[in-house]
């Protein structure tokens, strides 16, 4: 693969039960545990990345087909950037409510689909001054966009939270590295919900390092070897 493609950090947040649970704020979805929010925001500043990357919630990622964009419509849009870091919302439909083009502190970027997201939609985003880009037709086809993150943005490190995506890019051999943020006492069941991840995507193991970041909190973490 190219010298030039992003570097890729996928950060999977779990809660006490084992289940996903929200690590950075996001319009519709917030955090439903302060430790892990902030435990995500100490590693976000410890990975130091160009991009967060984060999904819109499930239940607004599926919207009525738009039914296709016109060509002249289907255009990457370069908003004005306000940050050197930005925040990259995956919102297919266009259906989160931006009222801005900032987001996290840092200048917001959306993938939308060719497919579900109208031209009404678009000329919003441009009003506000919202960068977009562009994913496939599927919904959870997160390549295209997250290439378009590189090649037109110049986005060089992301950092991935939200466990479709994270499985997406693992499955896809497009992760870099794996990061399981569990909120837990107990010792080993960070790396218990890591190895089950990678099993599940991969049907392979990695080698697993645990750490504990906080009271309650801990993280599991290995390497990937990229396609």
Not at 34 to 52: I, Q, R, S, T
Not at 109 to 137: G, M, N
Request: proline share 5%; hydrophobic share 45%; net charge neutral.
């Amino acid at each position: 693969m190219a010298r030039s493609r992003s570097r890729v950090i996928s950060l999977v947040v779990l809660d006490a039960a084992g289940q996903p649970a929200a690590g950075f704020d996001l319009p519709g979805n917030p955090p439903e545990n302060c430790a892990l929010a902030a435990a995500c925001k100490a590693l976000g500043a410890h990975f130091g990345y160009d991009a967060l990357v984060l999904e819109a919630p499930v239940k607004l990622r599926r919207g009525a087909s738009a039914g296709g964009l016109p060509p002249e419509h289907a255009v990457v849009f370069h908003g004005i950037r306000m940050t050197a870091g930005m925040t990259v919302i995956f919102d297919p439909a266009g259906a989160l409510p931006l009222e801005r083009n900032l987001w996290l502190d840092s200048t917001l970027l959306t993938i939308v689909s060719r497919t579900q997201v109208s031209p009404a939609r678009l000329r919003l985003l441009r009003e506000r001054e919202i960068s977009y880009t562009f994913a496939d037709s599927h919904l959870d086809d997160y390549a295209p966009g997250l290439i378009s993150l590189r090649s037109d943005f110049g986005l060089r490190r992301l950092l991935l939270c939200g466990e479709g995506l994270c499985a997406y890019c693992v499955r896809n051999g497009m992760a870099d590295e794996l990061h399981v943020l569990m909120a837990t006492t107990q010792k080993g069941q960070a790396t218990a919900a890591a190895r089950a991840f990678l099993e599940r995507e991969l049907a392979m193991g990695a080698p697993l390092e645990e750490r504990e970041l906080s009271a309650g909190i801990s993280i599991a973490s290995c390497r990937l070897r990229r396609a």
